[in-house]
């Protein structure tokens, strides 16, 4: 394999994952959730696309559904499940696992416990350093990029992310200002959900569509998280480029079994060594 | 003094947990009425103002403000109705800037003027993040915080705590004006005796959860050692 194609594919890998770490954070950031029904929520996003492309509907419309698609089912979930939970750490980690086991019960429902397959759209390749790429996945990488920069410009460039940032820092505090913390928390999980919908469905044609398709995002997700910290919004990230790309390029030049084996060694070393994450640390160093 | 009443405590018990600290206490603040609340430490001021601000739910009693029933809502409709918020401590968002601070103030302000007004010291520090700030300079964003939804009481706890003297007359005179120019009522949990006396058009004094005595700003003031009397119980 090319150069250039394995540093893309690994490019690729990192961006989603970060969509799917971002997503995971800010529900933890806010509400002290882990949502372990987070991957779900993502295989959720490629059923969509499945089953728009089933309906007759061109591809892109079908990405364009998922992410308000899945929202929708986190706000559902969080007003009839997660809220009852809060303050209780232990209860939201079985809670979001119930959760999880129940959606991917309901897609062996309706569509099976096998695999699907999504045609990726025809937008043929590109020849980068000399070998070809196909055009769709650069798609991939600009979608993530900008729901990622779309995600940050929310938290820090509106009254609605200053709102938020509020409450993670101090709760009770933002609420004596006016602050309806609840409105707040459903908004950020549907938020959360829809950023792992967009994740999900842009991935749909380049992954097997089955009911475990969320499974191989979550503890990843969750080792960019405590790598990168959870200090701020920006750890997550830092977080998802090590792991993801630890992960791909190790795939690529050894094996899955190697890149498996290689993160999380790097992931208990990192935790080992700076407890914080990457990024918390530095924060109060400076 | 003001006439109509703002806000109506009636038979208010509250505490944490199984204890209660407030046991049936009754206070009435009148509109634009600056108010200290005075007493040892652990007769329940903080307890009455959580519980006023909606942080600690009654157990039994009343609250009503203008009228209507406020106790027993959540922080933010007590917000929402008009009454802010200084708590013990100031609870500046630390890593939030300056700006940032004083418009979730008020979320619905076009901008920060407002708190720059009050106390001008805070716009040379607005892209700082609060943190960064001295005990006094946070205590004064957390007043100009609360003051930018323009309320209609001001709960204040402990303004004076870590604040250099100099400082306290400051904060002291600029909510004075403002409470005169828009007609705010407040309500002062103070140790300091000079801040409460230069505030205050009234000070209630606080025991075991009730208030056991009041009187009026003017006569403490010509005659501070009646303060000691209540104080000394």
Redesign the interface.
């Known amino acids: 394999m090319h150069l250039a194609t394995l540093l893309l594919d690994g490019a690729n890998a990192v961006l989603i994952l970060m969509l799917v770490a971002l997503g995971l954070a800010i529900v933890f950031g806010l509400m002290n959730v882990i949502n372990l029904a987070h991957g779900e929520f993502l295989m959720l996003g490629a059923y969509v696309v499945l089953a728009a492309g089933q309906a007759g509907l061109p591809f892109w419309v079908g990405l364009a559904l998922a992410p308000p698609a899945v929202a929708l089912v986190g706000l559902v979930a969080e007003e009839v499940l997660v809220r009852h939970t809060y303050t209780r750490l232990l209860d939201t980690i079985l809670a979001t696992w119930g959760l999880s086991l129940v959606l991917r019960q309901a897609a062996v429902l309706l569509y099976g416990p096998g695999s699907h397959s999504v045609v990726p759209p025809d937008l043929g390749a590109v020849t980068i350093a000399g070998s070809p790429y196909p055009v769709y996945r650069l798609v991939v990488m600009a979608i993530s990029l900008t729901a990622i920069a779309a995600t940050f410009a929310l938290f820090f460039r509106t009254?609605f992310g200053?709102?938020a940032?509020?409450v993670i820092?101090?709760r009770?505090?933002?609420?004596?200002?006016?602050?309806?913390?609840?409105r707040l928390d459903r908004w950020t999980f549907a938020v959360g959900a829809g950023l792992a919908g967009l994740a999900g469905a842009a991935m749909a044609p380049l992954i097997a569509v089955d009911p475990q398709a969320g499974l191989g995002w979550l503890v990843p997700a969750f080792l960019a998280i405590l790598v990168g910290g959870l200090g701020s919004i920006a750890g997550p990230l830092v977080g998802a480029a090590g792991i993801g790309g630890l992960d791909s390029l190790t795939a690529a030049v050894a094996s899955p079994v190697w890149a498996q084996l290689a993160v999380f060694v790097a992931a208990i070393l990192v935790i080992r060594l700076r407890p914080t994450g990457l990024i918390a640390r530095r924060r109060r160093e400076s | 003094m003001a006439d109509g009443t703002l806000l109506e405590i009636a038979g208010l018990t509250a505490g944490y947990g199984g204890g209660m600290v407030l046991h049936g206490l009754d206070l009435t603040v009148g509109p634009g009425e600056p108010v200290a609340l005075m007493g040892r430490n652990g007769v329940g001021k903080t307890t009455l103002l959580k519980t006023v601000?909606?942080?600690l739910r009654p157990r039994g009693g009343t609250i009503r403000l203008d009228g209507a029933r406020i106790d027993g809502l959540?922080?933010?409709r007590i917000?929402?109705a008009g009454i802010?918020?200084v708590?013990q401590g100031r609870?500046v968002?630390?890593?939030?800037t300056v700006e940032?601070n004083l418009?979730?103030?008020?979320?619905a302000a076009a901008d920060a003027g407002r708190g720059y007004e009050l106390f001008p010291a805070l716009a040379e520090r607005r892209r700082e993040p609060a943190g960064r700030l001295s005990g006094g300079q946070q205590q004064q964003l957390a007043i100009a915080?609360?003051l930018m939804?323009r309320p209609r009481l001001l709960l204040l706890d402990e303004p004076s705590e870590g604040v250099q003297p100099s400082v306290v007359i400051e904060m002291a005179d600029a909510l004075a004006a403002v409470a005169a120019a828009e007609g705010m009522a407040v309500v002062l949990v103070e140790q300091n005796v000079d801040l409460a006396l230069r505030l205050a058009g009234r000070v209630v004094f606080m025991d075991r959860g009730r208030v056991v005595a009041e009187e009026g700003g003017d006569a403490l003031r010509a005659d501070p050692s009646r303060l000691d009397a209540h104080l000394v119980l």
């Open positions: 009254r200053l709102a940032r509020a820092a101090n009770a505090m933002a609420s004596c200002l006016g602050i309806d913390t609840r | 601000m909606g942080l959540p922080p933010f917000a929402r802010a918020y708590p609870e968002f630390a890593d939030l940032e418009i979730l103030g008020d979320l915080r609360a939804a």
